[in-house]
């Protein structure tokens, strides 16, 4: 167990920043995406807390292909989506 004064100085406004990167907590969870075999539009959810930078794969929900999906976080929570197909 952590003495309460130690854990009030682990917590820095740096170690805050490092633990929470981006920003004020108000990150996108969700984003609209068109299929890059179908054309589709794909509502799609994202999870801001695997990190800033991420890359996996996800399934069409209409096609069923698979896609490589690559989310960018901005500090200010906004989420960069861009799909490549899954066979390239």
């Known amino acids: 167990m952590v003495d309460s ?12 920043d490092a633990e929470f990167p981006l920003g004020d907590g108000n990150a996108e969870t969700e984003a609209f995406v068109e299929c890059p075999y179908c054309g589709e539009a794909n509502e799609i959810s994202l999870d801001p807390g695997s990190g ?37």
Do not use: K
């Open 52 to 88: 800033a930078d991420q890359e996996y794969t996800e399934d069409c929900q209409v096609c069923c292909r698979a896609w490589l999906v690559h989310v960018r976080y901005g500090r200010d929570g906004t989420a960069e989506v861009e799909l490549e197909r899954g066979d390239s």
């Open 5 to 16: 004064d130690d854990d009030e100085e682990a917590w820095t406004t740096e170690r805050i």
